[in-house]
DNA sequence: GCCTCCCGCCAGAAT
DNA sequence: ATTCTGGCGGGAGGC
C-alpha cells in the first residue's frame, strides 16, 4: 500500500509538471516526442500486460493520462477489475479512482485548450496526435470490447466528437487508400521480412480492423503472406509482378468458371478471393468495369440486391488499395458517365514505386533542411491534400474534368495521344543524338584517360578520372531522368552524382560514394602536402596508384559499359557496333586479368565455390534474376500483353455491351506503355535491384554483391543475361596471351609458370623490400614470414597446386569474409600506406644513426605489409567481382 | 440523392 | 479462455 501511495503521489507530480510543461512548450511542440512518448506507452503496455500486477495497472494510468487519453473509460475498466479484489483494497482503489478522476477531468481541459492550440499552430501535427490516439483507443476498445459493449458506443461517440469537433478530423486521410500508401511505403524497399500487426498499427496510427483489409488485399497479390498468429512476412515489392504476370498467363477457362460461380465456398478469406477475382477480371475480361459489373459477374447468376450491396462495399475496398498501387484508376463511362475503373497494370505500378521511393529519398534529404522549411511544406501538403476544404474541392474538380475530357471525346483523345507520342519520339531522338555525341566524346575522354593512366599514374590522374566519368554519368543520367527531373538541390558534387546512378543496389552505392569521397579528398590533399617527397616514393606509390587504378578502371569500365549499352540500346546498330569495339577494347584494358584469374578460378574450382555458397544464396540469385527476367519481360511485353486482351475483350465483348470506350481505353494504356518502354524499364530495374534494407545493414554479404553487379549487368543486355559473362569470356580469350604492367599481371603470369610463392611475393612488394634490406635484413625475413603467414600462404612451397588450393581458399574465405565496404577501404588503406611509408622515410632521415631505430621501423613496416597484403587479398576479391 | 467507404460489431478461427 | 481474423452492413461523408 506503501507504494501505492508512492505511485499516486508520483503520478500527480509528474502528470501535473507533464502537462504543464506540455503547455509551455507547445509552440514548439514536437512531433518526436510525440511519437517517442507513444512507444514508451505501448511497450510500456505490453510489460504491464505480462506482468499483471495491480501496480502496473496504476502505472498504465499514468501513462494513459501522460498522453492525453480519455482515461473515464479506463477507470470504469479499473472498477470492474478491482470488483474481485478484498474490500479494503476495493476502498484504496477508489479513492484513487477519484482522485485520478478529478485529475483526469483537469487534464482533459488542459489538453482541450491544447488541442485547440495545436490545431491552429501545427494543423498537420495535430492530425498526427489524432492518429495515434485513435489507434490507440481502437486497440483499447479491442481489449475491453468482449466485456462492456454499451460503454464502447459510448466511447466511440466520444471519439467521434473529438475527432470530428475538436480535431479538425478528414475522412480521406484513413481512408484505405492512403493506409495501404503508407503502409507499401514502409516496406516498398525491404527485402523479404517479418511485420508485426501491432507495430503496423502503431506506425499507421490504425484500428487493426483496417490492417487486415489492407493485408488480405495485399495477400491476394501476394505481397505479404501469413505465417501465424499477429505475424505476417513481406515477400517484397517485385512479387507483384510475378503475381500479375501469373494471374496474366493463367487461362481462365474452367477455373475462372469455378470461381466465379463457387464464390460463396470458402467463409474464410473472401476478401482475398474477391481480390483475386476482381484482379482477373481486369486481366482476362475488361480493363474498364464498374464496380458493380465487377460484382455480378463474381457472383452467381441469382443474388440478392442486399449480398451485391455488400459485395460493392468490398469492392470499394480492394478498388481502394489497388488504386493506392497505381494498379487501377479511376475513370467514368461516356455513355452512363457511371464511375468505373480502368486497370493500368505494371505501368501504374512502376511509377508508383517510383514515385514513392523518390519521396522517400526527398524525405531523407529534406532531414537535413532547416525545419522550418519542413514544416511550411508539411502544412501546405497537407492543407491541399486533406484538411483544406476548398483546395480538396478544386482538386477533385480538376480530376473528374480532366477524366471526362479523356473519356468523353474519343476524337481529342486520340489526337492528344498521338501529338503525346510524337512529342515522345522527338524528344527521344533528340535524347539519342546528344547521346551518341557524348558517347564519342566520352570514348575518347575514356581513352585519353587510359592511355595517361598507363604512362604516368599519378593520384590526379585517378580523381580526374572519377570526375570525368561521374561527368559523363551526370550527363547520360539528366538525359535519362528528364522525364522525371530529380528536384533535388543542383548535385554539382560528382560524388553525389554517381549515388544517381541506380543500376548499383543502394549499399553499394552508398558504399561506394561516400569511401571514393574518402579517396578523392584524401588524395587531393596527400597531393598538396606531399608534391616533394612524392619524388622519392614514386615508385611505391605507382605500386598503390596501380592498385587504385585498377580499382577505378574497373568500375568505370563496369559503368560506361552500363551507361553505353542501356542508352545505346534502342538506337542506331552501326555506331553502336562500333562503340562496341570501342567498349570491348575498354573492357580489355583491365579487367581482363581480373577475368583471367576469375576464369581459372570458376573453371578449375567450381565445385569448391559452389560447395561454399550456400543453398539460401543459391535459391536468393535464382530468384533475383527471376525478378528481373519477369519485369523486363513484363515491361517490354506489355504492347503483347494488351493486344492479347484485347483480343480476349473482342470475344466478351459481344456479350456485353458499353464496349465504346473499352478500346479506347485500351488503345490509349498499350501506346502509353510502349511509348514509355525505356524509362519504364530504367524504373523497374532501380526499384527491383536495392531490395535490400540499407538502413540496418548497410554492408551487403559479398553473394549479394557478385549478385546484384551481375545483375547490373546482365541488366545492360536486354536479350541475354549471359551475355557478359560470353563478352567477358571472349574478352579473355582474345587477351590471353597479352602482358601488362602492372602486378597482377605479373602475378597471373608467375601463376600460370612454376615459379615460386616468394617470387611473386618479391615482384609485388619488390620496392619495400629493398628498402627494407637496407633497413635490416633480419626484420625483413621476419617481416616477410610474418606477410606469409597472414597472407596464408605458408606451407609447401613448390607445388603449383597447392599453390591455386590456397589462392582459391583465400578467395573464396575472402568471399564469405569480406564485404564490399572493406574492399573499399583497401583503397583508403592504400593511402595510410602513403602515409606510413612518409612517416617511415622521416624516421629513416631524422634517426638515422639510432640503434634502436630497428624496433621503432618494425611496427610501422610490420604494418605496412601487412596492410598491403590485406589489400592484395581484398583486391583479389574485388576482382572477383567485376 | 447517389456514390463511397469508414467504422466497428461480432462470429468464428486460432492459439 | 482468450486473442486474432475477417465478414458484414449501417450510416456518415463527399460530391
Known amino acids: ?79 470492474s477489475m478491482v470488483d474481485d479484489e478484498t474490500n479494503f483494497e476495493e476502498e484504496q482503489q477508489q479513492a484513487q479512482d477519484m482522485i485520478k478522476k478529478t485529475d483526469q477531468i483537469i487534464l482533459n481541459k488542459i489538453n482541450l485548450k491544447k488541442r485547440n492550440i495545436f490545431q491552429l499552430v501545427h494543423r498537420s501535427q495535430v492530425s498526427m496526435i489524432s492518429e495515434k490516439q485513435n489507434g490507440y483507443l481502437s486497440k483499447k476498445k479491442n481489449n475491453v470490447n468482449s466485456n462492456k459493449s454499451a460503454q464502447n458506443g459510448q466511447q466511440a461517440q466520444g471519439t467521434q466528437i473529438l475527432k470530428r469537433e475538436i480535431l479538425n478530423y478528414s475522412r480521406r486521410e484513413k481512408s484505405l487508400e492512403e493506409l495501404s500508401k503508407k503502409f507499401l511505403s514502409l516496406f516498398l524497399d525491404k527485402e523479404e521480412s517479418m511485420l508485426s500487426l501491432d507495430k503496423i498499427t502503431n506506425q499507421l496510427g490504425v484500428e487493426r480492423r483496417r490492417i487486415y483489409d489492407i493485408i488480405n488485399i495485399l495477400e491476394s497479390l501476394k505481397l505479404v503472406s501469413r505465417k501465424g498468429k499477429n505475424n505476417y512476412k513481406w515477400n517484397g515489392f517485385q512479387k507483384i509482378y510475378e503475381t500479375i504476370t501469373q494471374f496474366d498467363q493463367k487461362s481462365l477457362t474452367k477455373k475462372e468458371e469455378q470461381e466465379l460461380t463457387q464464390e460463396p465456398q470458402k467463409r474464410e478469406k473472401s476478401l482475398e478471393m474477391l481480390s483475386i477475382g476482381f484482379l482477373k477480371l481486369f486481366l482476362h475480361w475488361k480493363s474498364t468495369m464498374t464496380l458493380e459489373e465487377a460484382a455480378r459477374k463474381l457472383s452467381s447468376k441469382q443474388i440478392d440486391d442486399h449480398k451485391i450491396k455488400t459485395k460493392i462495399r468490398r469492392l470499394y475496398d480492394i478498388a481502394n488499395v489497388f488504386k493506392s498501387l497505381g494498379l487501377i484508376k479511376k475513370t467514368s463511362l461516356i455513355e452512363t458517365k457511371k464511375p468505373a475503373f480502368e486497370w493500368i497494370g505494371i505501368v501504374g505500378l512502376d511509377s508508383f514505386a517510383y514515385k514513392i521511393m523518390r519521396e522517400k529519398k526527398n524525405g531523407e534529404e529534406e532531414q537535413n533542411c532547416d525545419e522550418d522549411s519542413i514544416n511550411q511544406s508539411q502544412q501546405i501538403s497537407q492543407q491541399n491534400s486533406f484538411t483544406e476544404p476548398k483546395l480538396s474541392k478544386k482538386r477533385f474538380s480538376n480530376d473528374k474534368n480532366s477524366s471526362k475530357i479523356d473519356s468523353t471525346t474519343g476524337q481529342q483523345k486520340q489526337q492528344l495521344k498521338k501529338s503525346f507520342i510524337i512529342q515522345q519520339q522527338l524528344k527521344e531522338q533528340r535524347e539519342k543524338e546528344r547521346l551518341q555525341i557524348e558517347q564519342n566524346q566520352k570514348q575518347q575522354q575514356a581513352n585519353l584517360q587510359q592511355n595517361t593512366l598507363n604512362n604516368n599514374l599519378d593520384n590526379s590522374n585517378i580523381t580526374q578520372n572519377v570526375s570525368q566519368l561521374l561527368q559523363t554519368i551526370q550527363k547520360n543520367m539528366k538525359i535519362q531522368n528528364q522525364e522525371t527531373p530529380l528536384q533535388n538541390n543542383s548535385s554539382n558534387t560528382p560524388l553525389s552524382l554517381l549515388s544517381q546512378l541506380q543500376i548499383l543496389s543502394r549499399p553499394i552505392q552508398q558504399n561506394l560514394v561516400n569511401n571514393l569521397s574518402n579517396l578523392i579528398n584524401n588524395i587531393n590533399n596527400n597531393n598538396q602536402n606531399n608534391l616533394i617527397q612524392q619524388e622519392e616514393q614514386q615508385q611505391n606509390n605507382n605500386n598503390n596508384n596501380l592498385i587504385g587504378n585498377l580499382m577505378l578502371k574497373c568500375l568505370q569500365n563496369v559503368i560506361t559499359n552500363f551507361v553505353n549499352k542501356n542508352t545505346n540500346n534502342t538506337q542506331n546498330r552501326q555506331k553502336s557496333d562500333e562503340n562496341q569495339t570501342n567498349q570491348q577494347q575498354i573492357l580489355l584494358e583491365s579487367p581482363q586479368k581480373v577475368l583471367k584469374i576469375n576464369n581459372q578460378i570458376n573453371n578449375q574450382n567450381n565445385s569448391l565455390i559452389q560447395n561454399q555458397m550456400s543453398s539460401n544464396t543459391k535459391m536468393n540469385n535464382n530468384s533475383n534474376y527471376k525478378c528481373l527476367q519477369s519485369s523486363q519481360k513484363s515491361t517490354t511485353n506489355l504492347g503483347d500483353f494488351t493486344t492479347a ?48 534494407d540499407e538502413t540496418e545493414d548497410i554492408t551487403p554479404t559479398p553473394p549479394t554483391c557478385k549478385r546484384s553487379f551481375s545483375a547490373c549487368l546482365s541488366s545492360s543486355n536486354n536479350n541475354n543475361i549471359n551475355n557478359t559473362s560470353t563478352i567477358f569470356q571472349n574478352l579473355i580469350q582474345q587477351n590471353q596471351n597479352q602482358i601488362y604492367l602492372n602486378p597482377f599481371s605479373d602475378k597471373t603470369n608467375l601463376n600460370n609458370n612454376n615459379n615460386n610463392k616468394q617470387q611473386i611475393f618479391n615482384s609485388i612488394l619488390g620496392v619495400q623490400q629493398q628498402q627494407q634490406q637496407q633497413a635490416s635484413s633480419s626484420s625483413f625475413k621476419k617481416i616477410r614470414k610474418l606477410t606469409y603467414e597472414n597472407n596464408s600462404l605458408q606451407g609447401s612451397d613448390n607445388k603449383q597446386n597447392d599453390m591455386d588450393s590456397t589462392e582459391l581458399k583465400k578467395s573464396s574465405s575472402c568471399e564469405s569474409q569480406i564485404n564490399f565496404n572493406t574492399l573499399i577501404q583497401t583503397s583508403q588503406q592504400l593511402l595510410k600506406n602513403q602515409n606510413l611509408q612518409q612517416n617511415l622515410n622521416n624516421l629513416q632521415q631524422t634517426q638515422n644513426n639510432g640503434i634502436n631505430q630497428n624496433n621503432q621501423l618494425f611496427n610501422p613496416l610490420k604494418e605496412l605489409k601487412i596492410n598491403q597484403i590485406n589489400n592484395i587479398q581484398n583486391i583479389r576479391v574485388l576482382e572477383h567481382y567485376f
Open 1 to 79: 500500500m506503501a507504494q501505492y501511495q508512492k505511485n499516486t503521489d508520483s503520478f500527480d507530480v509528474s502528470s501535473e509538471q507533464d502537462s504543464l510543461d506540455n503547455i509551455v512548450v507547445e509552440d514548439d511542440y514536437n512531433q518526436q516526442d510525440d511519437i517517442d512518448s507513444f512507444k514508451s506507452f505501448s511497450s510500456f503496455d505490453v510489460e504491464s500486460e505480462e506482468q499483471g500486477d495491480e501496480e502496473a495497472q496504476v502505472q498504465e494510468g499514468e501513462e494513459e493520462n501522460q498522453n492525453y487519453q480519455e482515461s473515464n473509460q479506463d477507470i470504469q475498466d479499473k472498477d
Open 645 to 692: 486482351k484485347k483480343q480476349k475483350q473482342i470475344v466478351n465483348d459481344e456479350n456485353i455491351p458499353l464496349s465504346g470506350e473499352k478500346g479506347l481505353h485500351q488503345g490509349f494504356s498499350s501506346q502509353n506503355a510502349s511509348s514509355l518502354k525505356t524509362p519504364i524499364l530504367k524504373r523497374t530495374l532501380t526499384i527491383i535491384q536495392p531490395k535490400l
